[in-house]
């Protein structure tokens, strides 16, 4: 079945804790993205990459790191969480940037206290 | 600025009721657009494309209005499943740029 695959699906953890929630599609697509989810502001663009080691900050970086090393896989790195980061996030993958649309993972619900 | 502008509803309509969704969007290099669904704490799902021709599918229209910038959806009788939250998109090339939202609920 083609998807993304997004690990974990719900994390608790504390401010400053180094975290890595996996991303993985298995539609062999060039570009992958992830966003974040919060109320009354909608779903935004952290970071994407058009394919393998080519990566670009989206409207929201600040506080996170990913890396593109297979194309398969598109980490997202907090490597100090803070509470603002509490947040749905969305991995979502295509074949075209985008021009068909996304293929969403079913999101992460991360809480950083 | 890149935005996309949606009314948040909530739309509450009776089942078989027809409901309509617009949607504005600013940047006139938008290079394609869609309508997505999202229930509640779920991920976006790909309802429909948007074409200037408009199109149809079911009981879903969509209409596309590039010299307005202006995207419309038209929900025919209404079922419970329609309910949930409808996303207007369009894409730049390098992002999806999502509108926040409509929430329709259908009630019996």
Known sequence: ?113 | RKEVEQDPGPFNVPEGATVAFNCTYSNSASQSFFWYRQDCRKEPKLLMSVYSSGNEDGRFTAQLNRASQYISLLIRDSKLSDSATYLCVVNLGTALIFGKGTTLSVSS
């Open chain 1, 1 to 113: 079945e083609a998807q993304v695959t997004q690990n974990p699906r719900y994390l608790i953890t504390v401010t400053g804790k180094k975290l890595t929630v996996t991303c993985s599609q298995n539609m062999n697509h060039e570009y992958m993205s992830w966003y974040r989810q919060d109320p009354g502001l909608g779903l935004r663009q952290i970071y994407y990459s058009m394919n393998v080691e080519v990566t670009d900050k989206g409207d929201v970086p600040e506080g996170y790191k990913v890396s593109r090393k297979e194309k398969r896989n598109f980490p997202l790195i907090l490597e100090s969480p803070s509470p603002n980061q509490t947040s749905l996030y969305f991995c979502a993958s295509s074949s075209t940037a985008g021009f068909y649309g996304y293929t969403f993972g079913s999101g992460t619900r991360l809480t950083v206290v």
